[in-house]
């Protein structure tokens, strides 16, 4: 990993602190009073906000605009980019646009397909993957170089990121996926939403035995349950959650009215175990949509006063 730091993400997690992000989705629109709204709620409970790039494949403010707008506010987002729209030539001409406004972490994804969204006859791109689009721009911030060779007058500086899934199948890649991002050059990386925590568990083992939490700086991913109903929606609905059944039970168990106050309880309970885990360097709180609760997760699980 980069060891200058190159944004206050980057300075919180080479600190040793546990870092707190938070997720913005930006609208279906271009109305930048919604993202103030959003903003608002998370100053000052998060180090750093992700911006996610037209996420489940459907039209909305593009992340770069989305970004700018967090960062005038004085919150720092972690920019998401996708490589579903884009091909190569674009992808390198919006992070230099982006480094350009003042955008300093980003996050690489390949993105949802688009049979997934609200169009999706549309054409995707795919030209790269998630693993080159890491290497890409590490290869822009350390050789200040553009994928033709070309010297860039200012290499942008980004802070990078990436994501992981310890829950998918088959379980045995898991890790070696993990260690094949931080060969491309994967600074941070977040995870999946962590319900089955035995499983989490034995995933952060083995990457602490492959010395991969050395080489780069892990945020656990939680997402805090409303109803049942939506437990059960993930569970067997969106693909790569892992949802127990005792949790699913948990929820059950207490009458409608309680049980989102039961959710945010496990979320809260799920941070404090991570805090506690060797080679866990911060969370990341995923309510989208439901941001107005991200200030009572972090304070109940003892992140901020």
Known sequence: MTTQAISNLHSVLSSGTFAVTGECGPPRGADMNVLNKKGELLRGWVDAVNVTDNQTAIVRMSSIAASKHLLDMGLEPVMQMVCRDRNRIAIQSDILGAYSLGIRNILCLSGDHQSFGSQPDAMNVFDIDSMNLIRTVKDMRDEGKDMSGFDLKEAPKMFIGAAANPFADPFEYRVLRLAKKIDAGVDFIQTQCIYNMERFREWIRLAREEGLTEKA????????????????????????MDIPDEIINRVAGVPKEKQTEEGLKICQETIEELKEMDGVHGVHVMAIEWEEKVADIVKGAGLRK
């Open 217 to 240: 700086y892990i945020m656990g991913g939680v997402t805090p349950i409303k109803t049942v109903g939506m437990a059960k929606y993930m569970k067997n609905k969106v693909a790569g």
